[in-house]
């Protein structure tokens, strides 16, 4: 709500190797400067063989995380505090809709 987000928004998250888009679902379970991605398929992707996955497009945090950043302890790859910056994709929504 402080960056004038909504419910239904359409947003762009960039993160510094990537971006997606998706729809703002808001909640207050988050604290004020964090955004969460669920999983999302986001498959779709024209060098991915997945047949089945495919047919399931949709949004990935792994087109914003880093292969390269990697979690100390295990070794996997870092997939939360990925720094993001959301904005507004199209023109504001109308309050009297």
Do not use: F, K, M
Request: contains cysteine.
């Amino acid at each position: 709500a402080t960056r004038g987000l909504a419910d239904g928004d359409a947003v762009r998250i960039s993160s510094a190797v990537g971006d997606v888009e998706t729809i703002v679902q808001a909640s207050r379970d988050l604290q004020p400067g964090v955004a969460c991605l669920p999983h999302g398929y986001g498959h779709g992707h024209p060098q991915t063989r997945q047949r089945l996955a495919n047919t399931r497009p949709g949004v990935s945090y792994n087109d914003l995380s880093d292969a390269n950043r990697l979690d100390g302890p295990s070794g996997n790859a870092a997939l939360n505090g990925v720094e993001v910056l959301v904005e507004r994709v199209g023109a504001p929504r109308s309050e009297s809709a």
